[in-house]
T-cell receptor, first 114, second 116 residues
């Protein structure tokens, strides 16, 4: 079955630490890839997206992600996290050949200690 | 980005009653809308995909007679939870996208449904 997998359920970091959140998917066709963030009590916000072109994409708030097709991965990174980055992070995949459904990973809760 | 408005943001209803949740695209034509359910500390589970003017396509395990979806116009889709029970209590989120599958979808603020 098609799926999106995020390896880390809860990550705890100190401010200024580097962040990498893993995301793998199992779709074989053409996909678009997304990372969303959900701050406590707020709705989903798009951090970044990959449709085509340069596999290293930069998003808002200093986040970036790299699409590695051979590994079916789209890991999210940030060199130096801040307390305000505390939130839930979701990787999502849009399978163009399956009606364009957007399927989410399980989410990773990031807690940044001041 | 485009704006998707979901209403109400919170609703409490009695067991056995029905609740309607609206999802509106305010500044674009939403050819496709998606309805998700999010449990506490859990991911978003896709319930169904609706295309304007067509019947919704439900994901496996989602009861179409319980979760009625209507997408009668390019700016409005509704989700009706019929004969609600406490186990239907959850956070429901809609998202909307234009005709091009190769574009991002925009999300509503979500609706917190509590069935008592």
């Amino acid at each position: 079955a098609q799926s999106v997998s995020q390896h880390n359920h809860h990550v705890i970091l100190s401010e200024a630490a580097s962040l990498e959140l893993g995301c793998n998917y199992s779709y074989g066709g053409t996909v678009n890839l997304f990372w969303y963030v959900q701050y406590p009590g707020q709705h989903l916000q798009l951090l970044l997206k990959y449709f085509s072109g340069d596999p290293l994409v930069k998003g808002i708030k200093g986040f970036e992600a790299e699409f590695i097709k051979s590994k079916f991965s789209f890991n999210l990174r940030k060199p130096s996290v801040q307390w305000s980055d505390t939130a839930e992070y979701f990787c999502a995949v849009n399978d163009i050949n399956q009606g364009g459904k957007l399927i989410f990973g399980q989410g990773t809760e990031l807690s940044v200690k001041p | 980005g485009a704006v998707v408005s979901q209403h109400p943001s919170r609703v409490i209803c009695k067991s056995g009653t029905s609740v309607k949740i609206e999802c509106r695209s305010l500044d674009f034509q939403a050819t496709t809308m998606f309805w998700y359910r999010q449990f506490p500390k859990k991911s978003l589970m896709l319930m169904a995909t609706s295309n304007e003017g067509s019947k919704a396509t439900y994901e496996q395990g989602v009861e179409k007679d319980k979760f009625l979806i209507n997408h009668a116009s390019l700016t409005l889709s509704t989700l009706t939870v019929t004969s609600a029970h406490p186990e239907d209590s959850s956070f429901y989120i809609c998202s909307a996208r234009g005709w091009d599958r190769n574009t991002e979808a925009f999300f509503g603020q979500g609706t917190r449904l509590t069935v008592v």
